[in-house]
């Protein structure tokens, strides 16, 4: 490649609409392939780190940083089945979070539906008689335990006492309060946001909480369509700079 060809760091910046900065410390995380160095020392880039640039800065959308950094040095190392593997992974937990919201949204809306029969739903018996353990609990909803302890101890959950062992029990209206507690905290909300949409809930008004449920919810509809097209520049880096691996 003739050195009209190269682009210096600057350049690339530029391209990218990053600083200077931002470009080495993309190399050094390995989100693009290390350049060549000049006579003089000074980096080299051309359109195979530009087109990475933009592959990272678009898979980080949808992916995240450490996700994202994963990805594109699996690829870098010439290992695209561990890239891919690590997409799959990331759309396997999308859609297993967009199963929790609609899980939850279905059991909202019922109870919605109760309240305005009955005006009751925040006391209704719950007639599910499984009982869930602290870890069983905490493994369901996919947290750790500390985290189930943590927000115990804030005022979120209010789990049962078994009175021989004194062990937390778990039962459908508190496993109902737990999930709402983990959508709410994965899209960022603070405690005092999510303690007024657990009271709403418990007072047979669950329309706070069904519409906090669903801005989660296209929240991960802008989170999977932000996937979609960053896959659509991956696979060109691929198909361009590694057909090799195809």
């Known amino acids: 490649m003739a050195n009209h060809d190269y682009l210096r760091t600057i350049d690339l910046a530029r391209a990218g609409q990053i600083s200077v900065q931002q470009v080495r410390n993309y190399e050094a995380a390995g989100f693009i392939p290390p350049a060549e160095r000049s006579s003089g020392g000074y980096r080299l880039y051309t359109q195979r780190h530009l087109l990475a640039l933009k592959t990272a800065r678009k898979l980080i959308g949808g992916y995240g940083w450490p996700g994202t950094r994963a990805i594109m040095q699996a690829l870098h190392q010439n290992k695209l089945a561990a890239a891919l593997a690590l997409i799959d992974e990331r759309h396997a937990e999308l859609a297993h979070k967009r199963s929790q919201v609609e899980q939850t949204l279905t059991a909202l809306s019922m109870l919605a539906a109760q309240s305005s029969s009955s005006g009751d739903a925040g006391h209704t018996h719950v007639r599910h008689t499984q009982l869930l353990r602290v870890g069983d609990a905490a493994r369901e909803v996919g947290v750790r335990v500390s985290a189930l302890h943590f927000w115990e101890q804030q005022g979120l959950l209010h789990p049962l006492r078994d009175k021989s062992s004194?062990?937390?029990?778990?039962?459908?209206?508190?496993?109902?309060?737990?999930?709402?507690?983990?959508?709410?905290?994965?899209?960022?909300?603070?405690?005092?946001?999510?303690?007024?949409?657990?009271?709403?809930?418990?007072?047979?008004?669950?329309?706070?909480?069904?519409?906090?449920?669903?801005?989660?919810?296209?929240?991960?509809?802008?989170?999977?369509?932000?996937?979609?097209?960053?896959?659509?520049?991956?696979?060109?880096?691929?198909?361009?700079?590694?057909?090799?691996?195809?």
């Open 166 to 246: 004194h062990y937390r029990l778990y039962d459908e209206q508190q496993m109902r309060r737990l999930r709402l507690v983990v959508l709410l905290r994965e899209a960022g909300y603070n405690f005092d946001i999510i303690v007024p949409v657990l009271e709403e809930l418990a007072a047979g008004r669950p329309e706070k909480a069904i519409a906090a449920v669903e801005k989660r919810r296209e929240e991960l509809a802008r989170t999977s369509w932000a996937c979609l097209e960053a896959i659509a520049l991956f696979q060109q880096y691929v198909r361009d700079f590694y057909p090799q691996l195809l």
